[in-house]
């Protein structure tokens, strides 16, 4: 079965998770041409209303991409919408994002959220259910640090 995108996602915080995607994403530009970089939910962004991840990519990988359509919503509107029992409003509006951007590229590097909320469970069960509407395989990304292989396991 051939897969044109591929979701990666985190177990919670500081996993390097970034630092995987960009690793991805140049293997990725190597091999094709027409590579589009989604986020379908970012924090808030801070300084230039930019989220970093997507700025690095578009600029490093000089992706032909609008910033408004690498991304669906922020961690806040996404709450915002689960908590008014609208979570399905949430997943379609994700996924027909993301099918756009399939449209117009030959494959799509996913990648969730950053864990820097107050419930990571939620985050976890989120990112899962995202990659799982949008029939991505997943790159699950975690962190070793203090731990033993079968914490890791």
Not at 44 to 65: A, C, G, S, T, Y
Not at 88 to 110: A, M, P, S, T, W
Request: hydrophobic share 45%; net charge negative; glycine share 6%.
């Amino acid at each position: 079965m051939k897969h044109n995108a591929l979701y990666v996602t985190a177990t919670g915080p500081l996993t390097g998770k970034s630092a995987i995607a960009l690793g991805t994403m140049q293997m990725l530009s190597r091999h094709m041409r027409n590579v589009a970089f989604f986020r379908p939910i970012i924090n808030q962004p801070q300084l230039d209303d930019r989220d970093p991840d997507i700025n690095l990519m578009l600029e490093h990988f000089k992706i032909d991409m609008d910033y408004a359509d690498t991304f669906a919503y922020t961690h806040a509107e996404a709450r915002e919408i689960i908590n008014q029992g609208s979570r399905n409003l949430l997943l379609e509006n994700i996924i027909q994002k993301f099918k756009k951007i399939l449209l117009q590229h030959d494959f799509v590097l996913c990648v969730g959220t950053d864990f820097l909320g107050k419930d990571p469970v939620f985050e976890f069960e989120l990112n899962a259910e995202i990659a799982a509407n949008l029939g991505c395989p997943v790159m699950l990304v975690t962190s070793g640090d203090e731990a033993g292989a079968e914490d890791i396991r």
